[in-house]
Structures are given as structure tokens and as C-alpha cells.
């Protein structure tokens, strides 16, 4: 896990009906956070993209790489100074044996910050 723990902190993880449903904390003061932005701090859309993989991954207690991407919209700045508590939500859709389909959100009370569709391996 390249995030975990180290950029977020999982507070909650379940999995009900086919959705997996997780509450995480970005810690703020990440270094990543130095030079994106200094004194205005975006979390990166690919770091975004990684959480979903790396908790998708947790979940199901094993490695996953992706291997398609559908569709993938960045709808607002996920600022961890003004958000750090966001909750991740991901629908397990129908697949392959071989292969994992989600249809993921990551937003908070008031903000959708990402929405992905994707499959891993």
C-alpha cells in the first residue's frame, strides 16, 4: 500500500449488498502537500485514483492493478485543510472471474470530489 497510513488513515470499512463503504482521513500535513500547492492544498487526482485501488484492495485481501478505466470525472478540489474526513464509496458491479468492476465515489457531506468507473486485475 503506497497511501495507506502514511496520506489517509482508514477510520471504517464495511461492505454491504455488493457497495463497500469506507471512512477516511487525509492527513493534512503529508509532504505531498509541499508542492501541491504551497499555502492551498490539493490532494492529487491520481493519488484519488490510488485510494480507491488501495481500499478496494484491503478489502478484498488481495493486490489489484488496473486494468481499465471507463470513465473518471474530477468534480471538485479536495482540499484536506477544508476536507480532511471523506468517505469512499465503491459498487462491486458484475465481471469476470478474473477481474474486479467498480463504480466509485469519493465526496464528503456537501462535495462529490471524484466519481470513477474502472476494472482491476
Given at each position: 500500500m503506497l497511501q495507506k497510513d502514511k496520506f489517509y488513515t482508514i477510520s471504517s470499512l464495511n461492505e454491504?449488498?455488493?457497495t463497500i463503504q469506507a471512512a477516511i482521513?487525509?492527513?493534512p500535513k503529508h509532504e505531498i502537500f509541499v508542492g501541491h500547492f504551497p499555502g492551498n492544498p490539493v490532494t492529487?487526482?491520481?493519488v484519488q485514483m490510488e485510494i480507491i485501488k488501495e481500499l478496494l484492495s484491503t478489502h478484498l485481501e488481495r493486490p489489484l492493478?488496473?486494468?481499465n478505466m471507463n470513465n473518471c470525472k474530477f468534480l471538485a478540489i479536495l482540499n484536506p485543510?477544508?476536507?480532511p474526513d471523506v468517505?469512499?464509496?465503491l459498487t462491486l458491479l458484475p465481471n469476470e472471474a478474473?477481474?474486479?468492476k467498480i463504480s466509485g465515489v469519493?465526496?464528503?457531506e456537501s462535495n462529490t470530489f471524484l466519481k470513477i468507473q474502472a476494472e482491476y486485475c
Open positions: 454491504e449488498n455488493g482521513s487525509i492527513d492529487p487526482g491520481v492493478h488496473l486494468k485543510n477544508e476536507t468517505m469512499v464509496k478474473d477481474t474486479v469519493i465526496s464528503s
